[in-house]
């Protein structure tokens, strides 16, 4: 078992905090929850640079060592943060200071204070201040004082290391059997992308107690520790799905262009020099099979499914909207790689308008943040916004470069309706070809997905309670009973399609004369 060794993103990450620490910046800010690893980073950078490594903590205080001195050279300072700053100021050998889980202290004036006036002390020194913390609080004061590093997270060269690491140490005590190659270890690295080493290492040890093994199908217990961090952060959902794109009826066309990127989000792609894909932008017709698309798409590319939902973004207090999608789009770039469902994204635009719809401005603030993030996001992140009404997304989110691709979604054409019936019907423990598909298929016209299955839904029920099994007959009465969306909507219904004729992509391969004819002709 081995993993390909690549560049991995700490070195780039440890290049550019050197480059910091040479032009002599006063205070930096690393953003990371892995202190253990980014300890030693510091230590061998204080060794590289000759300085002296001070650390504090609110349960240690200011702590020094000179790596000229091995082991030694401990001593204990103080513990409270503004008297710490002043032992900083006093240092008279060039230091690399690290101050852990600051961002509390940085809510209390005196301590705000104390930083600025540091600041400006060791603009003249060698001396370097770092705040390590999860969680980035800047206060407006120190804005143009500190500068900000996030530390990656593992890559898939970190995490293989960490891998074999355990194989081996599994190995010696045989305490488990190891059942991975070099072919099939990559999938459970991939699903760790993500994690931290912390976390990686509980995932794959819990693979191990589960079954004393480690193998390929392990990627579901690697998947169940993501759920964990994004469960936490309570901004997301992570939804399982048994979903495939087999499961889906027709959109051809989708299909076809989902399969040529089903494999661009390893080291290989990008080697070839393939960006990662954005995502993909639904509009349609509501109960067509938009959410289910998104739901195929990530089962069929074995990456976890987060559904982003926009009411959990707002909240009551100024500012903490903007920053909730902010942590929002950590949180899934931190378990990518990764699918971001945002469902039905007009509902979550409804205040665009800004005060006159009174939200005084924080919808436009949230969906700016939103957009400058598609548009700049490097994360491996691909984004499936769906959307039933075209009218209110704003202009801005249409345009390239936002997603990779706008499909449209249509009412299923015959030859769909007839996949959509047989896949139902078997979804549903019945044999589709015990029953006459196309006679259903021509019945069922301008159904959506959704409605035929809840026809046959409603055939069930009858079925039942007429105590036999399900008949063609109780199929054709449940669809006769049934009012489509596409009758009730006609008109909404005519302008979306009009709108996305020369628009929008054709998710269906459908040609013109498969396609529902137009309302009025049938219900006019």
């Known amino acids: 078992m081995s993993a390909k060794p690549s560049h991995s993103p700490l070195a780039g ?60 050279g401990m001593s204990d300072g103080p513990k409270d943060p503004t008297e710490a700053l002043t032992a900083v100021g006093q240092l008279t050998d060039p230091s690399l200071v690290v101050f852990k889980d600051f961002h509390p202290y940085l809510n209390d004036p005196t301590v705000v204070r104390a930083l600025r006036e540091l600041a400006q002390q060791l603009k003249s020194s060698y001396t370097t201040l770092i705040l390590v913390s999860p969680v980035v609080n800047i206060p407006t004061e120190l804005e143009k004082d500190v500068c900000v590093l ?29 059942e ?11 699903a760790a992308l993500g994690l931290t080493l912390s976390e990686a290492e509980n995932a794959f040890a819990k693979a191990i107690a589960q079954d ?18 994004i469960r936490k952060s309570g901004l997301l959902e992570f939804c399982g799905s048994d979903e495939s794109l087999a499961t889906v009826g027709g959109l051809e066309n989708l299909k076809t262009w989902l399969g040529r990127r089903a494999n661009a989000f390893g080291d290989k792609a990008r080697a070839f020099g393939l960006p990662a894909p954005k995502g993909l932008l639904l509009l349609g017709v509501q109960g067509c099979g938009k959410s289910l698309t998104a739901k195929a798409i990530a089962a069929t590319w074995q990456l976890p499914l987060l559904r982003l939902d926009m009411g ?9 909207s903007e920053e909730n999608m902010r942590r929002a789009t950590r949180v899934a770039e931190g378990v990518a790689p990764a699918v971001l469902w945002v469902d ?88 589709p070809k015990a029953f006459d598909l196309a006679a259903l298929a021509k019945t069922a016209a301008s159904f959506s997905g959704a409605e035929i299955e809840q026809a046959i ?66 219900f006019g």
């Open 180 to 190: 991975l190659t070099s072919e099939t270890v990559e999938p459970l690295l991939k």
């Open 212 to 229: 004393q093994r480690l193998a390929p199908d392990d990627v579901s217990v690697i998947l169940a520790e993501k759920r964990q961090v």
């Open 13 to 72: 990450f440890v290049e550019e905090l050197d480059l910091h620490v040479r032009a002599r910046y006063p205070l930096l800010y690393l953003s990371t929850w892995e202190e253990q690893r980014l300890d030693d980073v510091l230590a061998k950078l204080a060794e590289t640079h000759g300085k002296t490594l001070v650390t504090w903590s609110i349960t240690q205080g200011l702590r020094r060592r000179d790596p000229r001195a091995g082991t030694g």
């Open 457 to 522: 839904v409603a055939a069930l029920f009858t079925a039942y309670s007429d105590g036999v099994d399900l008949q063609q007959s109780h199929l054709m009465d449940a669809i006769g009973e049934t009012l489509p969306l596409a009758v009730t909507m006609k008109e909404d219904i005519d302008r979306l399609r009009e709108w996305a004729r020369t628009r929008t992509r054709a998710a269906s391969a459908a040609g013109p004369g498969e396609r529902p004819a137009p309302l009025a002709s049938r």
């Open 150 to 178: 996030d530390v990656p997270l593992p890559s898939t060269h970190d995490l293989g290391v960490l891998l074999r690491d355990i194989v081996r140490v599994v190995r010696e005590g045989k305490r488990a059997t190891v």
């Open 344 to 431: 039905e994204l007009e509902k979550g635009l409804a205040g665009l308008g800004g005060s006159a719809n009174g939200d005084s401005g924080v919808s436009a603030r949230v969906f700016g943040c939103f957009l400058t993030w598609l548009q700049e996001k490097t994360a491996p992140v691909f984004v499936v916004a769906t959307a039933n009404k075209i009218d209110a997304l704003p202009p801005e989110l249409l345009r390239k470069g936002r997603f990779d691709e706008i499909f449209f979604i249509d009412l299923p054409s015959d030859s769909e309706r007839r996949q959509i019936f047989a896949i139902q019907l078997a979804r549903y423990k019945r044999d």
């Open 312 to 320: 959990r973004i707002f909240s009551g207090l100024v500012g903490s």
